[in-house]
């Protein structure tokens, strides 16, 4: 997949992830975006390092959720003018020096129940912008390949020797949500 380098300077970024819904049963979407702050080892420094809808910040701050979107329209959120579907705020600056790799994965809440996979899904992005000037550095439309998975990940920003990279993913994980928290390291409450 496709990569681009995070600009020199740029240190706040809006992570943006937008689709649409192709065909319903008539039971409403709802799409939620997490992120994981990762270690060499691939998994997250620590349960607190694991952000979605129920934990909304990482405990320094440097990665921040938007907040659930239920409705599946764009909105515009507190920190930005940009409208998502949902959003992740990453200030590159003030994440610890242990973080080498932040992937933004996408799952159907409750799929299983509401019958419902991202093949039901369309126009899915992830785009990256700068958080300062609002000025888009790059975007990822993801093909839609996906016909049952209800989990993905959609891209990640990773550390290199130039600073920061962002590269689109755009992998179904096969498995359910709570499988892939616990790849990353995250422990899952019974």
């Known amino acids: 997949m496709p990569s681009s380098q995070i600009e020199a300077?740029?240190?706040?970024?809006?992570?943006?992830?937008?689709?649409?819904?192709?065909?319903?049963?008539?039971?409403?979407?709802?799409?939620?975006?997490?992120?994981f702050l990762l270690t060499t080892t691939g998994k997250a420094l620590s349960n607190e390092h694991f952000v979605f809808y129920n934990q909304l910040e990482s405990p320094c701050g440097s990665v921040v959720h938007s907040g659930d979107n239920r409705t599946g329209a764009g909105r515009k959120t507190g920190k930005s003018s940009i409208f998502d579907d949902e959003s992740v705020f990453v200030d590159l600056a003030l994440l610890p020096s242990a973080i080498t790799r932040i992937p933004f994965c996408v799952s159907i809440h409750d799929a299983e129940i509401r019958q419902q996979n991202f093949g039901m899904v369309r126009k899915a992005y992830i785009r990256v912008v700068d958080a300062e000037t609002k000025r888009e550095l790059t975007r990822y439309d993801l093909s839609e390949e996906a016909r049952s998975e209800t989990v993905m990940i959609f891209g990640e920003l990773y550390r290199n020797s130039n600073g920061?990279?962002?590269?689109a993913v755009g992998q179904s994980y096969k498995g359910s949500f709570a499988a892939l928290v616990q790849s990353f390291g995250v422990e899952v409450a019974s």
């Open 9 to 35: 300077g740029i240190k706040k970024l809006v992570i943006g992830l937008g689709w649409h819904v192709r065909r319903t049963s008539g039971v409403d979407f709802d799409l939620d975006v997490s992120a």
């Open 164 to 167: 920061w990279e962002f590269r």
